[in-house]
């Protein structure tokens, strides 16, 4: 299993920036799917953005226009450039791959350890 490093968070004000970093090490494929996931106490995981192999993207409604996904193949890293936050925003965000691994012909799924995002008002 490939193994994903995620760091960047930290603890800011309302209305400031964070950059998420995320690094897939021991990868045996090809990295497709990448995903932002978070989750605040007491609240489910859900998926902050996603971007493909080929750069397309989806977002949370909530985090539209504030935050962007993007992702660097050659050294299989994901980012999240985070703006305007919000104390909603304040969770454990989690990166997470797809892994297709071409001579067993399966895809293997992949989490980081997460970091925590706290915005304060």
């Not at 960047?8 to 950059?19: A, I, T």
């Not at 909603?88 to 892994?99: G, K, L, S, V």
């Not at 799924?109 to 915005?119: C, F, Y």
Request: charged share 20%.
């Amino acid at each position: 299993q490939a193994r994903l490093l995620d760091y960047g968070g930290g603890l800011v004000q309302v209305g400031e920036s964070l950059r998420l970093s995320c690094e897939a090490t021991g990868v045996l494929g090809t990295i497709n799917d990448m995903r932002w996931f978070r989750q605040a106490p007491g609240k489910q995981r859900e998926m902050v953005a996603s971007i493909t192999s080929s750069g397309i993207t989806a977002y949370l409604d909530a985090v539209k226009g504030r935050f962007t996904i993007s992702r660097d193949n050659a050294k299989n890293a994901v980012y999240l450039q985070m703006n305007s936050l919000r104390p909603e925003d304040t969770a454990r965000y989690y990166c997470n791959a797809d892994e297709y691994i071409h001579f067993r012909g399966t895809t293997r799924e992949s989490w980081g350890q997460g970091t925590q995002v706290t915005v304060s008002s």
